[in-house]
């Protein structure tokens, strides 16, 4: 895989830079979580330094109630330490490397359809113009999108520093021996944790559930869920599983209210820091329960006290994971993964089309 700091001259070159500013943002435009967008500032820098003429890529998840960047573009001036001119359209592209004033963030990719569709002819026209293309942005490495994967034909590409540290930490948690490798597994979206659960069950001492995933593990093991959420389709979602393994480890008591679980109950808790007193490396993606509604939260605030007294290795990952963790000193963990569902099919071993796009041999 060749890198960015492969290129040897970058002076005047037209850069095309995947970055990830999928954030939070509030109902004002205001962004509420700012993580992986400071993330970016190093790369950025790099770039700069060595006089590129950099436009950034980036886009905004379907779900999200803003469609544009436009809110965001002052704010980014205080994160990043520029000031970043808008780019509304591709069209705009051209005019404004003739006139070129800085580093500049094109419109939400995801509006033009060809995004999604990795078409071909989208990304050529979205090359057009530019030197070299650059992908940092790893949250997005599953995705098989025109700006990660087709733009890659007709550019010479490169990894940034952070498609760099995540493979370099990811392959870690994989590589490293099952002695006191405790995995910590919940939240929602068990179809994309159980492939990293039937990976890692014997490459690892423990894996500790909570949230959706240990309520589907629960009923698979015969266990009353009530009317706790759970997904459908759980035979095909844990095929190959053993779910009798005693290393998958669920909840013995939960926080119910209104006959649904929402949260791991005192004995759980009093486990599950037992077994991370003794951990050598912990994996963290997901919290124990619905950690956004007091009274509920105690689950993911003491699993995160104990992971953060732990002196063994540590790395998190997932959108919600580092919400729920957003009152904590991120430096007390040894990594913080920018990717969710990129980093969970990283360690079920799956095959990442932005990756493979540039040309990563595992």
Known sequence: MKVLRDIPDLKNKKVL???????????????????????QKEVLDYLVGKGAEVIMVAHISDESIHKSFADIIPQLHILLGYEINFIKSILDIEPYFKNYAGPALLENIRQNEGEPKNDPEFAKQLAEGFDIYVNNDFAVCHRNHASVSAVTEYLPSYAGFIIEEEIAQLSKIINAPKEGKIIIIGGAKASTKAPVIKNLLDKSEAILTGGVVANDILKMRGQDVGGSIVDENLHEIFMGISLSDSKLIAPEDYNIFENKILDIGPNTIENYVRIIQKALMIIWNGPMGMFEKEGFDKGTQKIAEAVVRSKAYKIIGGGDTVAALQNIDMSTFNFVSTGGGAMLAFLASEKLPGLQALNYHD
């Open 17 to 39: 830079l995947r970055v990830d500013f999928d954030v939070p943002v509030s109902d004002k435009g205001e962004i509420e979580e700012n993580f992986r967008i400071k993330k």
